[in-house]
């Protein structure tokens, strides 16, 4: 599954799952586009990469915000002239009970993990359309195929992802251009850190596989579909969840 002169975009990139994936596609032969909010973790994984051989431009950039996208996804055309590979990773969750989240925490759950999907997708495909190949991989969660105690809005953006997927599969396939779905189960992440260890124990022994994923499980699978090797797969949802929940 190699990527040898690809070049890649990778949301989310500062840290954690992205990070993880943007330092696959740099191991496997890709420059990599390194997009998060956070300048300084954008620039820390630019670096990694860049110790790889790779190029790997840092872009600070809000998912939610349409115009800041459509720039860095301008800047990463510049810097690459093309542009392989997408990976919609970045996104945001607070897990409380739903009564007690506020609209203003919906808009934000909400343009984080599905709008910044959408401005993504929409900045790249035309050019993916017009060059007759491209990869897009949509990272969800198992959150939006099965729901989530405490994640509810989450989950929520998180099952429309999965939803824009297939259909955007559709829509994208005659031009050449393929479009996943990762859906992660529970993962090493900050946010997983965050939570009780009762509830981290209890999400271990209900996993097969008597662990929680790595961001590198996340990231391989990413590989899968960023390579040729998924070249007659589109518009799929693939749980990386240890066997936690499977398709019916």
């Known amino acids: 599954m190699q990527l040898e002169g690809k070049k890649a975009i990778v949301t989310g990139a500062g840290q ?13 032969g ?11 973790t954008a620039d820390a994984t630019s670096q990694e990469i860049q110790s790889l051989g790779r190029r ?10 349409h115009q800041a996208v459509a720039g860095a996804v301008a800047r990463a055309l510049q810097a690459f002239g093309q542009i392989d590979v997408l990976v919609n990773n970045a ?25 910044g999907v959408l401005n993504f997708s929409h900045a790249v495909c035309r050019h993916m359309a017009e060059r007759k190949q491209g990869k897009i991989v949509n990272i969800a969660s198992d959150a939006g195929r099965v729901g989530s105690l405490g994640e509810t809005v989450y989950a929520g ?9 297939k259909s955007l599969a559709r ?3 005659r031009a050449g251009v393929h479009v996943n779905c990762i859906c992660p189960g529970p993962t090493d992440t900050a ?3 965050e939570q009780p260890e009762k509830v981290r124990l209890a999400l271990e ?5 008597r662990r929680v994923a790595q961001p590198g499980d996340i990231a391989r699978a990413v590989a899968f579909f960023a390579s040729p090797v998924s070249d007659y797969i589109t518009g799929q949802v693939l749980s990386v969840s240890g066997g936690l929940t499977m398709a019916g």
Do not use: H
Request: charged share 30%; aromatic share 12%.
């Open 191 to 193: 946010l997983f850190k």
């Open 30 to 40: 890709s420059d990599v586009a390194v997009c998060d909010l956070n300048r300084e």
């Open 171 to 173: 829509e994208m396939a």
């Open 205 to 209: 022994r209900a996993i097969p596989f």
């Open 91 to 115: 996104g945001w969750d607070k897990i409380q009970p739903f009564v007690e989240t506020t609209p203003d925490f919906w808009d934000r759950v909400i343009d984080i993990n599905y709008k």
């Open 157 to 165: 953006a998180k099952g429309g992802v999965i939803a824009f997927t």
């Open 56 to 65: 790997a431009p840092a872009f600070a950039v809000d998912v939610a915000d």
């Open 16 to 28: 954690g799952i992205g990070k993880a994936i943007a330092l696959e596609l740099a191991r496997r």
